[in-house]
């Protein structure tokens, strides 16, 4: 099975921040990466697909980067309903079976 | 509006067996891989299993195979999960998931769970 490994695990910062999340795979994963932001109480919501392709609606500072086994989320200029936990999922596997990262929990400083 | 509901969830002891629903609106159903995700209070997400678009293929994360089953009916735009020998470790909030993954000779895209319901709460206690 493939492992997903987020860091961190928490992060704290202000508005008007640039922030970076990183996960990493046990194995080359070829792009087949995937971003989630999940507010309490709510499903989460699809941000990034294929490492770097912008879901419909998501807002541009939102931003994915990597390859192989090492990927990155990244969010410019901190809003404060930015502040949630993001998750990466790997869609590499063949038959499907997908993977999360543990999660990063992002706060206010 | 694209839209997934589910329903079912409730207390259960262990040792017991639940039936989960999602009922699919907003889009064609039958086109599209689906998959049930799991969160245990306080934690982070599980994939849990997925469906292929006629029933044909279905993969389940090794701690509830054997379990669970999961299947559906295209069309009754339903998605299911029969969950039997319930144990309290699978104590979590079951979401419905809508998979953009799409096949083309032997390769594949994948462009994410992009649909999800509001969830469904399973409880296993005695």
């Given amino acids: ?109 | 509006e694209v839209q997934l509901v589910e329903s079912g969830g409730g207390l259960v002891q262990p040792g017991g067996s639940l039936r989960l629903s999602c009922a699919a609106s907003g889009f064609t159903f039958s086109s599209f891989w689906m998959s049930w995700v799991r969160q245990a209070p306080g934690k982070g997400l599980e994939w849990v299993a997925d469906i292929n678009q006629d029933g044909s293929e279905k993969y389940y994360v090794d701690s509830v195979k054997g379990r669970f089953t999961i299947s559906r009916d295209n069309p009754k735009n339903s998605l299911y999960m029969q969950m039997n020998s319930l144990r309290a470790e699978d104590t979590a909030v079951y979401y419905c998931t809508r998979d953009s993954r799409y096949s083309y000779g032997l390769g594949y895209y994948y462009y994410g769970m992009d649909v999800w319901g509001q969830g469904t709460t399973v409880t296993v206690s005695s």
């Fill in chain 1, 1 to 109: 099975d493939i492992q997903m490994t987020q860091s961190p695990s928490s992060l704290s910062a202000s508005v008007g921040d640039r922030v970076t999340i990183t996960c990493r795979a046990s194995q080359s994963i070829s792009n087949y990466l995937n971003w989630y932001q999940q507010k309490p109480g709510k499903a989460p919501k699809l941000l990034i697909y294929a490492a770097s392709s912008l879901q419909s609606g998501v807002p541009s500072r939102f931003s994915g980067s990597g390859s192989g086994t090492d990927y990155t989320l990244t969010i410019n200029s901190l809003q404060p309903e930015d502040f949630a936990t993001y998750y990466c999922q790997q869609g590499y596997s063949t038959p499907p079976l997908y993977t999360f990262g543990q999660g990063t929990k992002l706060e206010i400083k």
